[in-house]
């Protein structure tokens, strides 16, 4: 397997959190469409080498075997210099470039880190508004093929386990603010949960906020009636008087 050597492989920063991208130092490379859609799944598929197959039958699902692998060799092709330096390419798979950057597999271990009983406790220093940050973006937004909303879906309910446990940790630690932020990020992920909501309205009680409580809960008794008919569940309501 080699690289092509005109661009150094570890300034190859590739971005699937809010958005594509492909970067070669400052500068942002453009690509077709189809060859974006390659490298983003060959990333998120896994760590290892992807089967030439599974790759064209994922992307080109509609088209005859034959056609979906000539369609990922014309791809291949048009990938360019900056393009396949991001990628390992054999005759049977396809392999992410180890060093390589991308954006989702630092996010991805950081959800893990957080949702670990074993790892880093969010108190210490450096663990604050930029883990939340880093757990905030959609996966490819604007993307509908099968295989993107399969793997968003994931990363969405992963991020949104982590962001309410860095909440729950951020309030066991008295650090207020940044509990709000990361349960604001859990409900922007989704906005029905009741989990989250309550996390997010814990935390306004708890630096004091009850007014910002009080608007949160009956943001939240809007949304529910209106999406699913019901009021919110009974211990939000204890919540909000005093009894939770």
Not at 35 to 53: D, I, Q, T
Not at 93 to 117: E, K, N, Y
Not at 206 to 228: D, I, K, M, P, V
């Amino acid at each position: 397997m080699a690289s092509v050597n005109n661009v150094a492989p570890h300034r190859v920063r590739l971005a699937l959190l809010g958005g594509f991208s492909l970067a070669v130092g400052d500068r942002t490379v453009t690509l077709p469409p189809a060859s974006e859609r390659l490298l983003a799944f060959v990333a998120v598929s896994c760590r290892g080498a992807v089967p030439r197959a599974l790759v064209a039958g994922s992307l080109w699902p509609e088209a005859p075997e034959r056609c979906a692998h000539a369609n990922l060799r014309s791809t291949l092709a048009r990938l360019g210099g900056v393009g396949r330096t991001a990628l390992d390419i054999t005759s049977s798979a396809l392999r992410l470039d180890p060093r390589v950057s991308v954006d989702f597999h630092g996010a991805r271990a950081l959800a893990t880190i957080v949702l670990d009983p074993r790892g880093a406790e969010p108190r210490r220093p450096g663990f604050g508004a930029s883990a939340v940050l880093d757990l905030s973006a959609d996966l490819l937004p604007g993307w509908y093929e099968d295989w993107v909303l399969q793997e968003a879906e994931a990363w969405r309910q992963l991020r949104t386990y982590a962001l309410e446990k860095l909440a729950g940790d951020f309030l066991v630690a008295r650090r207020h603010p940044e509990a709000v932020i990361a349960a604001h990020a859990a409900v922007r992920a989704d906005p029905l949960r009741e989990s989250s909501r309550l996390t997010l309205i814990r935390a306004h009680l708890a630096e004091g906020n009850a007014s910002q409580a009080r608007r949160e809960y009956e943001r939240y008794a809007r949304r529910l009636r209106a999406e699913t008919g019901v009021g919110p569940p009974d211990r939000l309501r204890r919540l909000m008087a005093g009894d939770g």
